[in-house]
Structure formats: structure tokens, C-alpha cells
């Protein structure tokens, strides 16, 4: 039985994806952001159309149902190791913080800023692509309207706490992928955290955007400002439950293992 890497050893390892991602040009960074988010509208798609064939028939299941569709997109995301935000916070930082003289506060910024831009360019004109009449199954575009008004009803304070959760566990996604070592591993840890992710629903600020811009296709009176408000709200909760609940305190669980020689 293969014995479960310690913590100093899973921050190495971090360390090493974060020194890849990092270390990407422009146009490599540009063209794996822009592939993360068009693949995560897979996932978006596949929890609409089998929550529309799930719902009228079994009702409350169809949450359950759409959230193992969903949970396919981010197996997708990982084996094809496309660049999503908020899934690269934990390994640039701990290459950031092991790199001991300096933060490399421009470089973070630089993959930060360009992975959100093009995700949601990507997943933007993926989603156009789907909103062509006929595209999608007959009651899909009815249940993607729904999520979307149910994200755009919400309270400030409910999208900001959905927002911490989900920040968190997808942050956390890239602790246990460090953590595993097969790639059957990765896809069943991918796999499980996409199924929590949509089954809360928690919000992760690229996959919930995206929610929001598919309901506007179909029809839905959400407004642009409703549009910022949503994103501004849940970029917030997803730095800081994915910056601050997930990696500073893994880096410093790994810190801390480190020093003590354990």
C-alpha cells in the first residue's frame, strides 16, 4: 500500500507545479486559460441538461443528478491541466514563499489576472456557441435560466459565505492533487470535489459567472450590474477561503513540519 506523501513533501511538490505555472509565457498562459474555460462549460452543460431530464420525473434528485454531470467538467480540467482561477492559488504561492527573496507579488499577479480574463472569455464564447437555437436538449436552457435567477436572488451575505466554501474547496483541490500519485487518483479526487462544488451549490466565480451569463442568453431580466455585483461578491469570498482558509494555512502546516524535522 502506497503511503500518503507528509506535508513538507506534498509543499515540494507544489513548489515544482507552482515554478511550471508560473514560469509559462504569455501565450501559453493565454491559450491554457482560455481551454480551462470553455472545458468547465462542459460541466455546466451536462449538470442543465440532466437536471431538466432528472427533475420532472424525481424532483429533489435532480440536484444530486446534475451534481455528478457537473463533476465530469472538472475531471476535464485536471487531466487536460488547464489553467483555472483559484485552482492555482496553493502551488505559485508555495513557490512564492519557498523563493526567499522575494514575494514574486507580479509574477502571482500576472497568472492571477490573465487566468480570469481568458477563462471567462473562453467559457463566454462557449457558452454563445450554446446558446444557438436547437443546441442544447429540449429543457435545458429553461434549467440553466433557473440557476442563473437563483444565483442572481441571493443575498450578498449567502453569495459571499457560498463563494468562502467554494473558494476553499477548490483550493483545496490543488493540495490533494499534490497529495495523490496516479493519475486515476487525481481524476477521483477531480471528480468528487466538482460533485461537492456543485452540489452545495458553492460558488466558484468562473463557474457561477458563467451560470449568470447563460441564464442572460436564455432570456433571463438579469442586468450587467447584477452581472458585476455577483462577480465582485463571489471574487471576494473565493480569495478568501481559498487564499486564506486553504493556502496560508497549508503552507504553514508545511512550514511548520519542516522545522520541527516531522
Known amino acids: 500500500m502506497a503511503i500518503a506523501p507528509d506535508p513538507s513533501e506534498i509543499f515540494q511538490r507544489a513548489v515544482e507545479e507552482g515554478d511550471r505555472r508560473l514560469g509559462q509565457s504569455t501565450l501559453e498562459l493565454v491559450a491554457t486559460s ?105 429543457g435545458t436552457p429553461h434549467a440553466l435560466h433557473a440557476f442563473a435567477e437563483e444565483i442572481a436572488n441571493r443575498r450578498p451575505t449567502a453569495g459571499f459565505a457560498k463563494a468562502i466554501a467554494g473558494g476553499a474547496l477548490v483550493t483545496l483541490l490543488s493540495f490533494l492533487l499534490e497529495a495523490v500519485n496516479s493519475v486515476d487518483s487525481r481524476i477521483t479526487v477531480a471528480y468528487l470535489v466538482g460533485v461537492l462544488l456543485a452540489l452545495g451549490p458553492f460558488d466558484h466565480v468562473i463557474v457561477t459567472v458563467l451560470h449568470v451569463f447563460f441564464g442572460m442568453l436564455f432570456g433571463s431580466s438579469i442586468g450587467f450590474g447584477t452581472l458585476a455585483r455577483t462577480t465582485v461578491v463571489v471574487t471576494a469570498g473565493n480569495l478568501v477561503g481559498g487564499l486564506g482558509l486553504v493556502t496560508l494555512t497549508h503552507v504553514a502546516q508545511a512550514r511548520g513540519a519542516a522545522q520541527s524535522g516531522g
Open 34 to 138: 482560455f481551454i480551462a474555460g470553455f472545458t468547465v462549460v462542459f460541466g455546466i452543460v451536462a449538470l442543465g441538461i440532466v437536471h431538466a431530464v432528472v427533475e420532472p420525473r424525481f424532483g429533489d434528485l435532480a440536484t444530486l443528478a446534475g451534481a455528478l454531470a457537473f463533476g465530469t467538467g472538472v475531471v476535464l480540467l485536471v487531466v487536460g491541466r488547464a489553467e483555472l482561477f483559484n485552482e492555482n492559488f496553493f502551488d505559485p504561492v508555495a513557490k512564492a514563499v519557498d523563493q526567499s527573496d522575494t514575494w514574486m507579488v507580479s509574477q502571482l499577479l500576472r497568472l492571477w489576472v490573465v487566468t480570469f480574463a481568458f477563462n471567462l472569455v473562453g467559457g463566454a464564447i462557449f457558452a454563445l456557441v450554446w446558446s444557438v437555437d436547437g443546441a442544447l436538449p429540449s
